[in-house]
């Protein structure tokens, strides 16, 4: 199976900046899309981003449009998630995952242990 590595979280400022990655091993990962999601406390598991096998299809929460933006390097087996003009309330564990391309947690079957992503203000 696929086995997903987040890292790249930390403590930032608001107005900052982290790069996100995401590592996949046991097997490449190329031919399945890949999600960002992310939790924070008390509320529910909610959708960031997503990109396809193809690097051309992207797909983005509302909230997030214009401030983060979502790669991948298939020969690398990574994706990353780029996050400028960071808020508050991006506070929150944040997820990688592989399965069908969508904004919705039910299409994918494999799933990172999250990496914690803390904004002050």
């Known amino acids: 199976q696929v086995q997903l590595v987040e890292s790249g979280g930390g403590l930032v400022q608001a107005g900052g900046s982290l790069r996100l990655s995401c590592a996949a091993s046991?097997?490449?990962?190329?031919?399945?899309?890949v999600g960002w999601f992310r939790q924070a406390p008390g509320k529910e598991r909610e959708f960031v981003a997503a990109?396809?096998?193809?690097?051309?299809?992207?797909v983005y929460a509302d909230s997030v449009k214009g401030r983060f933006t979502v790669s991948r390097d298939n020969a690398k087996n990574t994706v990353y998630l780029q996050m400028n003009s960071l808020k508050p309330e991006d506070t929150a564990v944040y997820y990688c995952?592989?399965?069908?391309?969508?904004?919705?947690?039910?299409?994918?079957?494999?799933w990172g242990q999250g990496t914690q992503v803390t904004v002050s203000s």
């Open positions: 990109i396809s096998w193809s690097v051309t299809s992207t």
């Open positions: 046991g097997r490449t990962f190329s031919s399945y899309a």
């Open positions: 995952a592989a399965g069908r391309y969508g904004s919705t947690w039910k299409y994918y079957d494999y």
